[in-house]
């Protein structure tokens, strides 16, 4: 049975993923069309991961006392019909309102089935399994792309979101016939614990830190990258492909760094997959010619790819030590939101002043701001003894107590 709901949730979240990265190297030139530039730019990518972060939290918290497969079900049906609402957007305004409703229906969808994962995940190989689930979004993404750019250089920009919409439509068929509710969730449900707990936990504020740093490096190169091949002499096709260099790299260095998680210091992967986007972000006004940017597009998948599967791991061991997967995931995800928020904002402001080299210099420095803050945090963690929520949680049958944080600050060492 867990098997099936492997296969299922992969297939699922493969097919309808890839349909959103049918749009990535098209989106900045389609609104420029419609007359965006800098910030309102900036805000059409926000837009997508605003509404997500409205809504993630509650549906993460819902999926755990109600069940996984109806959010999934739910979400991607108005995925499928969202996507072709691109097609009648006429203004900025209105691409901008599709985008925020496009963000909301996916917010129902990944974090829910990382739930779901995250569930039939075994002790101790928590970061094999996240990893390669998490294949099934870096190939979609990456051959999204590959597919996107030639489709509309031949057959214009309105067919990808045609065929992103029925990849969605497929998705929700494939889930809604085969994905079984396991119901997992109605024991744990029981023992839960509040979300403030959650949110005071100083490794949770860790993953969301590291969440939503790395997020802002990725929300502030998708946007304005295609603007620097384009000036380099790139078509549509090339940035497709330039923009799967990296995606597809990161995606199939997600299994080997996902039992390399699961063997080495899960923060200190997450770490230095922080401080490798700052310097590869830097790196981007640099490039000189395609071949150039296509070599740190590689790097900049390697960077990507280096925490990504322990961050995840670490989400799942903390998930079932609170007894709450869906909300754990909603969290992790919520740092996710943040940075893709924040940093399309930043460089459409940041290009809107200072032009668009800066965009990668001032971001990178953000990145390595955000570093810092994550290596406080988690030495805070380490202090108060946050480390041992990634130990194995007691078996079924135990008391499941959880100590907080202001518990462990009460009660003596030793």
């Not at 214009?156 to 494939?174: D, E, N």
């Not at 959650?198 to 969301?208: K, N, R």
């Amino acid at each position: 049975m867990y098997r099936r709901v492997y296969i299922v949730l992969f297939m699922a979240v493969f097919a309808s993923t890839m349909g959103v990265g049918f749009i990535g190297p098209l989106l900045p030139l389609y609104a420029r069309d419609l007359g965006a530039a800098g910030l309102t730019l900036g805000m059409i990518f926000a837009g997508f991961s605003m509404s997500r972060f409205i809504l993630t939290p509650f549906i993460g918290r819902l999926s755990d006392k109600l069940g996984r497969k109806i959010f999934l079900v739910t979400g991607l049906a108005i995925l499928s019909l969202f996507s072709l609402a691109y097609i009648r957007a006429e203004t900025v305004a209105q691409l901008i309102l599709v985008r925020a409703l496009h963000g909301a229906s996916a917010g129902m969808v990944i974090p829910v089935a990382q739930a779901y994962i995250g569930e039939i995940s075994p002790k101790g190989r928590e970061g094999a399994y996240m990893g390669t689930f998490t294949l099934s979004l870096f190939l979609a993404f990456g051959i999204g792309p590959l597919l996107g750019g030639p489709l509309a250089d031949r057959f214009g920009m309105t067919v990808p979101f045609v065929v992103m919409g029925t990849l969605a439509a497929v998705a929700f068929l494939l889930t809604l016939i085969f994905l079984p509710e396991l119901g997992l969730h109605k024991e744990r449900w029981k023992r839960r614990v509040p979300m403030t707990v959650f949110l005071a936990e100083p490794l949770v504020i860790a993953l969301l830190l590291f969440r939503s740093v790395v997020s802002f490096g990725r929300g502030l190169v998708i946007p304005f990258l295609p603007f620097v091949a384009e000036s380099l002499g790139a078509s549509l096709s090339v940035i497709g492909v330039l923009l799967a260099t990296n995606i597809l790299l990161a995606g199939v260095l997600q299994v080997p760094f996902g039992r390399l998680a699961d063997r080495v210091s899960r923060p200190l992967l997450m770490g230095l997959g922080i401080i490798a986007s700052a310097a590869v972000i830097f790196a981007i006004p640099f490039c000189k010619t395609i071949g150039s940017l296509f070599v740190l597009q590689a790097a900049t998948g390697a960077a990507g790819a280096l925490g990504f599967p322990a961050g995840l791991a670490v989400a799942t061991q903390c998930g079932r030590r609170f007894n709450g997967m869906g909300t754990m995931m909603a969290i992790y995800n919520l740092g996710m939101s943040v940075g893709l928020i924040l940093g399309p904002l930043a460089g459409g402001a940041i290009e809107g002043i200072f032009g668009l080299d800066f965009v990668f210099k001032g971001g990178s420095l953000v990145v390595v701001a955000g570093f810092v803050a994550y290596l406080l945090m988690m030495r805070r963690a380490k202090r108060l003894g946050s480390f041992r929520l990634l130990e194995d949680p007691q078996e079924p049958g135990g008391d499941g107590e959880v100590t907080t944080d202001h518990e462990r600050e009460a009660v003596p060492a030793g």
